[in-house]
């Protein structure tokens, strides 16, 4: 007899449906909210790779997601109608958390942002990452988010502004002075030494 | 060497184990659907608040109706007679100086309704070639926002394409390949063109396929989300709202016009209605209910085959 093939649907849920269309529908529908998990799971988990390490991140992974379980009543997404700006926000903020915890019990080595020792562990060179480090140590929070957003993450500088809260003409903004800024670092570091 | 180079360097990073995605996603599902049953458990205190507050106002109205006199009435105010919901469709022919008389149907009971509808079915055509289309253009209707149009190309072979005017008016290439139906019970391509074409077999497959208690109300759903999106053959067709005529829990709401003001007959389970034409064979719109009372609904307006899609450019970065 033929059967149906059982996946985890549910009504006005498909792989068509919008991210904006699912956030509404998972207010009641646990499998809408699920089909937001499947689509960017991995894509936030590289965000905390990039971060924070392949250990951590497992597990922040979670506490990303509990939070947007949350706050899916409250959120309006952007007009590109991804949810990964919205998811990205959370993301920085868990790992602020984190690094916090971790800089209490003072450790060296970290930052709000990243942890050097899961950059490090990704550029094959001691004196790139010396440089890398040197560029970024020098742009305020702000920029430095931007940058990365647009660089690591590949969003568009609007949805890196949906994701700071910010209008996109100050992301433009802030990400040309970022650049400006960690290039002229760069140069100065390669003609001092 | 530039910053864009040295973080274009840091950025490759290795993907989550499947394990690990997988048990997270357990432990978020289970807040969902912990956060799902607190905002029903609020909706339904609210909902009672209502009830309460509505008696209130029932009683308080009881009283003043006592005192209305119909104008224009020399006899007693008529009250509405209830149709019974047996016998045949009652059929009323009315005529007007310029147009042909026209045949107006009323019916008893959903079964009718969709009786008939399956009967008026028209000619159905279906994509040839596997890299041809589906097209299916829609409205979706969300409470308090603007209406969103919305047309879905479906292919066999060739993915699937959304357009959008809120989120992507430019249009995206969603992948594939192209899927069909709800409730955890999804078809391929091939298996919705291998459906049965009998009444009897369609129930069967409807009913076996979800060995729920509520097997009729989740054959339902599959029922009418296979109608609006999908190119079922018209003799699927034909047995689906067959099938769909013999499924308990479904219930006659009346006549009643979609968004687009034509007008259709609407069949409800309790949280999805439908409004269907039996005049056409079609389905108009659906409108789903969620248990915070929220309404939902999506106006279908035209579907039929076609060879091309949009174009679509990657997304600039």
Redesign the interface.
Known sequence: ????????????????T????LL????????A??EI??RH??TV??YL??RIG?EP??DL??DV??IA??GRMRVT?H???SALPWLYGIAKNVVRSYLRARRSRAEPDVIEEFDWDA?DS???AAA?GA??RH??AQLPPGELEV??L???E???VTEAAESLGITAVAARSRLHR??AR??AA?SSKTTTR | ????D???????????SDE??AT??Q???A???S??AR??KMAKQRARRRRLAGAIVATAACGAALLVIPRGSDGPPSTMATSPDVGPPSTTATASPTSPPVVDVDYKNASQVLTATAAALGPQDIPQDSDAFWRVELV?H?PGGPSVSRT?WSSRDAG?Y?Q?S???PEGAH??GPA?F????????WD?LF???TDKASML??LR??SGRADADRVAF??VFELLSTSPAPRKVRRALWLAAADLDGVALVGRMADAMGRHGWALTDGT?TYIVSPETGRLLESR?K???G?V?STTMLREGPTTTAPKVTP???
Do not use: C
């Open positions: 007899m033929q059967r149906f093939r059982r996946e985890g649907h549910n009504k006005g849920v498909s792989a068509t919008s991210d904006a269309d509404i529908l998972s207010r009641t529908n646990a499998d909210f699920g998990y499947e799971a991995k988990h590289r790779v990039r392949a991140a497992d992974l979670g997601f509990a379980v949350e997404i007009a590109s109608g950059v990704r550029i094959d790139k440089s890398l560029a970024l940058l990365l647009v660089t690591w590949q969003l568009t970022a650049r960690a290039n760069l | 060497m530039t910053i864009d040295l973080l274009t360097e840091t950025r490759d990073v290795p993907s989550a690990a995605i997270t996603q432990v978020v599902l807040d969902v659907h956060s799902i905002i029903r979706d969300f879905v699937v959304i959008d809120r989120d992507r969603i992948g899927a139906g709800t409730s955890g019970r999804i078809l391929t298996a291998e459906l049965p069967s497959l076996g396929s759903k599959i999805s789903y969620s248990p915070d929220i939902y997304r600039e970065r």
